[in-house]
């Protein structure tokens, strides 16, 4: 069963950026598509980009769309997530799964607040 844990979130002000990391603890193929996830206070987690398995395709919620970068690195099992611009309502847990999700391997995930 494979497990992630998620790394990089911290308080920034508006405006600013982070790097999120995700660490599989297995191997989960070139073939699995990824993806980013978050869940606001107050609200059901949702969808935030997928990168897909092979061709490397990149797919982003429009809320984030031109902000956001999703990559991969397979040798390393690692998938990231590059936040520019962010903005008070990026504030949320940011978690990583396959797409479609993994019930069984959500991990803690991380903290991103945003606030100035």
């Known amino acids: 069963q494979v497990h992630f844990v998620e790394s990089g979130g911290c308080a920034v002000p508006p405006g600013g950026s982070l790097r999120l990391s995700c660490a599989a603890s297995?191997?989960?193929?070139?073939?699995?598509?990824m993806a980013w996830f978050r869940r606001a206070p107050g609200k059901e987690r949702e969808w935030v980009a997928t990168?897909?398995?092979?061709?490397?395709?990149?797919f982003y919620a429009a809320s984030v769309k031109g902000r956001f970068t999703i990559s991969r690195d397979n040798s390393k099992n690692t998938v990231t997530l590059q936040m520019n611009s962010l903005k008070p309502e990026d504030t949320a847990v940011y978690y990583c799964?396959?797409?479609?999700?993994?019930?069984?391997?959500w991990g803690q995930g991380t903290q991103v607040t945003i606030s100035s």
């Open positions: 799964n396959a797409h479609p999700p993994n019930m069984n391997s």
């Open positions: 297995v191997n989960f193929g070139n073939g699995v598509h």
């Open positions: 990168i897909s398995g092979g061709v490397d395709s990149t």
